[in-house]
Every structure is written in C-alpha cells, then in structure tokens.
C-alpha cells in the first residue's frame, strides 16, 4: 500500500505554478515593490521543497537595478520557509 499513500501525497502537493505565486505574494507583503517576475523554480526531492527565483524593482528607486530573492517553499502546505536575497 505504500504506492497509495505516494500516489495521494503527490496529488496533494503543492504544483510549480502555486508555489511560485506563494512566493510572490509573500514577497509583495513584506516588501513595496513592484515588477515581479518568476525566473526561475526548481522541485528539490530531497528536501521537498520548492526552489522559486523571483526578480522584482523596488518602488522607492525608480530606474534601480531589479534585485533577486531565492525562496524554499514547502510543497506539502505552501509555507514559506526561507527568503535569500540572491547575489
């Protein structure tokens, strides 16, 4: 039965799409920023997580350099794990 219980954890998870725009909303409520773009996203199995890249301008520097944020999202229940700024 271990093919069942695999089978319906991968149906509840959370898709690439979800986790990129849970990552975006989590960014545009700590920050004021505007732009946001998905760049990149990755599924890592090991840590079952969601990798998502987003790139965004901050809104109190017009015409600034877009900055770049790396977030683990949980591909259980969506939560935002962690935030890095990307270098």
Do not use: C
């Amino acid at each position: 039965n271990n093919f069942y219980k695999l089978h319906f954890s991968i149906i509840l998870m959370l898709s690439a799409k979800e986790a990129a725009q849970v990552a975006a909303e989590y960014l545009e409520d700590i920050k004021n920023i505007y732009d946001v773009s998905l760049e990149e996203i990755e599924f890592s199995r090991t840590e079952n997580l969601w990798l998502v890249t987003l790139s965004y301008t901050p809104s109190s520097l017009l015409g600034a350099d877009k900055e770049y944020k790396i977030f683990k999202v949980d591909a259980d229940d969506g939560e935002v794990l962690s935030m890095k700024l990307l270098r």
